[in-house]
Each structure stands twice: as structure tokens, then as C-alpha cells.
């Protein structure tokens, strides 16, 4: 653990003191992720190439002897309380960041796994709403602690998929598995490529030394993301649906090869044909990018970033002026080998691959050059692949 971990930790289980006068039973943390490619094809049986992040959401818990859970978030200082039959969504909107925990007891319970009434005290520092998926590390976070609560041993690629069932079907968030799976399963110093289809990954080390994960917040809220992810993921599937009248069998984009794309986009809509071609070539970017960095091509690495970018840019129309300010000034740095927006888009944050002796001029002209672009200050974290969730004690 960090020392910032360390500190969050003690401040943590302060609390939990003041409030429930014992020591916590349990202790968890789950990470928030960086996507360094493989952008909006999760949904698509795709492959992905996240990280987890050093930042994450801890909590402390102790069971209780009925089917209670009082919960306590202490970056809103606020609390909550639901009971573990019948969960509801919370009706006060200031306890909306309860809805996590309440998704996850409503998903155990529908999948017939155990649950205890639970004290718990929760505290983050994955930026909230920033793209860097706080609401993964919430679930993921939450599951542990009620399955450390009953007793109970999940798999983490189950845990994922509840943690997913969770956010769609209780928080109503219509998410793909990429999320929830790289906090639950993470590893320090490496990416997982994970194919989405398969629910299978390969842990691949990062460059120990020389380059560092840089993620720019450009500090603009998403907007439109809920309705336009909609929105892509059934072009998405319109896509498949003509292509499958001259390619046989295929069941989502991920099937099709670059080389059939070429043979039959004309059948498709302008739209959609750009849609489509965004997940298809970057399927191969995603594969080609982890070929670079087993080979120690970090170059190589870098160019597919920006190529991702421009593909998100110009045929999936996910970013908006001021990921493009970001990038580009990230771009203008000597040492950086790539940037790239990262999540959902339209807005949120940007992650670069940097030379570590350019972490310091990227610190220092990135934002003004932001500035000076668009009028918003950035907020830029350095970070290193994590491990994923964790039971602390
Ligand atoms: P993102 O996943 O990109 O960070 P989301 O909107 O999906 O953004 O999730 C953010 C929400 O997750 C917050 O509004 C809050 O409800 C919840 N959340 C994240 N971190 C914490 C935390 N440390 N404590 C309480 N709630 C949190
Ligand atoms: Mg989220």
C-alpha cells in the first residue's frame, strides 16, 4: 500500500471507532481503472487493455446481529440505512451513493447468496464522475465487504459480473463488464488484456522503469453520456445485424475481421459504417498495442493511443473540444509518446504514456496550454498499475 492508502486507511478506521466503538471485522479496498486502449468495445465482445489505478475506495465493516445495513460515506459525511430484505433504492437523493451498496445486496440476494446485516464506513479518492470508474470501485468494494460479511468466497470474474448485473439492473447504468472486471481482478504493474467475450485476461508488465500512466482531468463534466452511449451501442447492433446478412454467424462486431469490413461497409449506413469501423480497428489497435509493449516498443505503443484518439474522434464522435485540447497539448510535450481520451467520453479524463523525464515539463505546460485553449483548469495525476481488490486484514 501507499502511504497515501496508509493514511486514508487510518483515517478510515477512526472512524468506524467513533461511530460503532469497536474495531472494523473488515477492511477492502477496491481500485478505480485507466483504459489505455480499447475504447467503448466492451460492449462489442471486444478486447480492452486497462489498468487499475492507486486510488480506490476502502471500507470498514463489522456484521451486526440483524439484517441492518448502516452505512456511512465519509467523503459526503453523510449516512444511510436500508435492510437487506426487499432493497430499495435510497429515495433522498443525498444518499444516492448508497444505491452501490444497495445494488449489491439486491444482486446477492437474487443469485441466492448469503447476506449479513453490516456496519460500514466508506472512504475514496477515485475523482468522482471523472471516468476513472468510482462506480467500479464502489461495487467491487461492496461486494467484497458483504461477501466477507457472510462468509463467503467469490470468484473475482463472478464478482465482476454481479458488480455488473448491479450496475444495470439496480443503479440503472447500462455498463459493459470492463469496469468492474480490471477492479476486481487488477494487478500491480501491469495491464490485463481482457477479452470481453471470453471473460479471459493476460496480465502484461508494464515498462518497470521510464514511462509513467499520466491521466489529465479536463474537469469537464460529462454530459450527453448516458443517451449517446445508448445511442452507440445500438448502432453498434444495427451494425451486426446487416452485416450478418452477408457474413454468416457473426454475432457482434468483435467477429468481424478488418478485411471483411472492407468487403461489405458499403452496405452500411454512413453512420453506422463509421460506428463500426471505430470497434473493428480498434480491436486491432488494442492487439497490435500489446504486441508493441511485449516487444518494448513503447513508440510503437504510443502511435496507437493517438490513432485510438482519432477513431473515437472522428468515426464514434465520443469526444468533445476540450479531450481534444488536452490531447493535443499533451501531444505538444517531448517524451510523450501518446495520449488519448479514456472512458466513456464527452468529457472526463485523458491518459498519456509519458517518459518519465517528461513527467515534469507534462506537469508543467499541459495545464496552461489547457488553459489557455478552453478557459478550464486540468487536474493531472501521475499513477501506477495497482492491484486490483483487496481484502486488507
Ligand atoms: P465514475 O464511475 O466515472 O467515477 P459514476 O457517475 O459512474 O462516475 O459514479 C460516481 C458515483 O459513485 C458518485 O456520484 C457516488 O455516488 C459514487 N461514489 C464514488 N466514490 C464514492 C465514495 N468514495 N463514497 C461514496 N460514493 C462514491
Ligand atoms: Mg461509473
Redesign the pocket.
Known amino acids: 500500500m501507499t502511504t497515501a492508502n496508509c493514511s486514508r486507511l487510518e483515517e478510515l478506521t477512526a472512524k468506524y471507532r467513533e461511530l460503532h466503538g469497536t474495531e472494523p471485522e473488515i477492511l477492502v479496498r477496491a481500485p478505480?481503472r485507466v483504459n489505455l486502449i480499447g475504447e467503448h468495445v466492451d460492449y462489442n465482445d471486444g478486447f480492452v487493455f486497462p489498468a487499475a489505478i492507486d486510488r480506490d475506495?476502502m471500507i470498514a465493516a463489522g456484521r451486526r446481529t440483524d439484517r441492518q445495513v448502516k452505512l456511512h460515506?465519509m467523503?459526503?459525511n453523510q449516512s444511510s440505512t436500508f435492510t437487506l430484505d426487499g432493497v430499495q433504492p435510497a429515495t433522498d437523493g443525498r444518499e444516492?451513493?448508497s444505491?452501490?451498496l444497495r445494488a449489491m445486496a439486491w444482486v446477492f440476494h437474487d443469485e441466492g447468496l448469503g447476506t449479513a446485516g453490516i456496519n460500514a464506513v466508506?472512504?475514496?479518492d477515485?475523482?468522482?464522475?471523472?471516468?476513472?470508474?468510482?462506480?467500479?470501485?464502489?461495487l467491487v468494494a461492496s461486494g467484497n465487504t458483504f461477501a466477507a460479511a457472510a462468509g463467503l468466497e467469490i470468484d473475482p470474474v463472478r464478482m465482476a459480473l454481479l458488480a455488473q448485473r448491479g450496475e444495470r439492473e439496480f443503479v440503472g447504468?447500462n455498463v459493459g463488464i470492463m469496469?468492474m472486471y480490471i477492479s476486481a481482478l487488477g494487478q500491480k504493474d501491469h495491464a490485463l488484456l481482457i477479452d470481453t467475450r471470453s471473460l479471459t485476461f493476460e496480465a502484461v508488465p508494464l515498462p518497470e522503469t521510464g514511462v509513467s500512466i499520466v491521466i489529465a482531468d479536463t474537469n469537464k463534466k460529462r454530459g450527453l453520456v448516458d443517451s449517446e452511449y445508448n445511442t452507440r451501442r445500438a448502432e453498434c447492433e444495427h451494425a451486426v445485424e446487416l452485416l450478418r446478412e452477408h457474413i454468416p454467424g457473426i454475432k457482434a462486431l468483435r467477429d468481424v475481421t478488418p478485411a471483411q469490413f472492407e468487403q461489405y461497409a458499403s452496405v452500411l449506413p454512413e453512420v453506422t459504417r463509421k460506428r463500426a469501423r471505430h470497434v473493428i480497428t480498434e480491436d486491432e489497435r488494442t492487439l497490435e498495442s500489446v504486441a508493441a509493449l511485449k516487444s518494448g516498443d513503447i513508440a510503437r505503443f504510443g502511435e496507437l493511443m493517438n490513432g485510438s484518439h482519432e477513431s473515437l474522434r472522428i468515426d464514434y464522435e465520443v469526444s468533445c473540444k476540450e479531450l481534444d485540447a488536452m490531447v493535443e497539448a499533451a501531444r505538444s510535450i517531448e517524451g510523450v509518446y501518446g495520449a488519448r481520451m479514456t472512458?466513456a467520453g464527452f468529457g472526463?479524463c485523458t491518459v498519456s504514456l509519458v517518459a518519465d523525464t517528461a513527467v515534469e515539463r507534462f506537469l508543467d505546460e499541459v495545464p496552461a496550454l489547457y488553459k489557455k485553449a478552453t478557459g478550464l483548469t486540468s487536474t493531472i495525476y501521475v499513477t501506477t498499475a495497482a492491484q486490483g481488490a483487496q481484502v486488507l486484514n
Open positions: 478505480g475506495v460515506a467523503n459526503f444516492r451513493w444505491n452501490y466508506l472512504l475514496g477515485v475523482p468522482l464522475g471523472a471516468g476513472l470508474s468510482s462506480s467500479a470501485a464502489m447504468v469496469d472512458g472526463g
